[in-house]
């Protein structure tokens, strides 16, 4: 069983950049598609982007595509979502997850990220 602990986000200006991460335990983490999700308050959670198991496929968002990219190194259990061009709307906090076939399963602890105008 993979277990995620997230690192990285806090407050940051509009328009500057943070880089999540999350790390995964357990041996099958290349496995697993992950992703970044996002729940501000008061709001549903959201989906922000995914990327398959072996990395060679990603997909966003609309409201990020072109601002945050989503990687993984396998190698170190790790996925990364850097951010750029923050917005205020992208305050939220934001969770790794772990899945297959689309369905996400495994999720990291969040993590708060604010992003002040």
Same mark, same amino acid.
């Not at 922000?48 to 968002?61: C, L, P």
């Not at 072109?66 to 993984?72: A, N, V």
């Given at each position: 069983?993979?277990?995620?602990?997230?690192?990285?986000?806090?407050?940051?200006?509009? @328009? $500057? *950049?943070?880089?999540?991460?999350?790390?995964?335990? +357990? /041996?099958?983490?290349? !496995?697993?598609?992950? =992703?970044?999700?996002?729940?501000?308050?008061?709001?549903?959670?959201?989906?922000?982007?995914?990327?398959?198991?072996? @990395? $060679? *496929?990603?997909?966003?968002?609309?409201?990020?595509? +072109? /601002?945050?990219?989503? !990687?993984?190194?396998? =190698?170190?259990?790790?996925?990364?979502?850097?951010?750029?061009?923050?917005?205020?709307?992208?305050?939220?906090?934001?969770?790794?997850?772990?899945?297959?076939?689309?369905?996400?399963?495994?999720?990291?602890?969040?993590?708060?990220?604010?992003?002040?105008?």
């Amino acid at each position: 069983q993979v277990q995620l602990v997230q690192s990285g986000g806090g407050l940051v200006q509009a @328009g $500057g *950049s943070l880089t999540l991460s999350c790390a995964a335990s +357990g /041996r099958t983490f290349s !496995s697993y598609a992950m =992703a970044w999700f996002r729940q501000a308050p008061g709001k549903e959670r959201e989906f922000v982007a995914t990327i398959s198991w072996s @990395g $060679g *496929s990603t997909y966003y968002a609309d409201s990020v595509k +072109g /601002r945050f990219t989503i !990687s993984r190194d396998n =190698a170190k259990k790790t996925v990364y979502l850097q951010m750029n061009s923050l917005k205020p709307e992208d305050t939220a906090v934001y969770y790794c997850a772990a899945g297959v076939h689309g369905s996400y399963g495994i999720w990291g602890q969040g993590t708060q990220v604010t992003v002040s105008s």
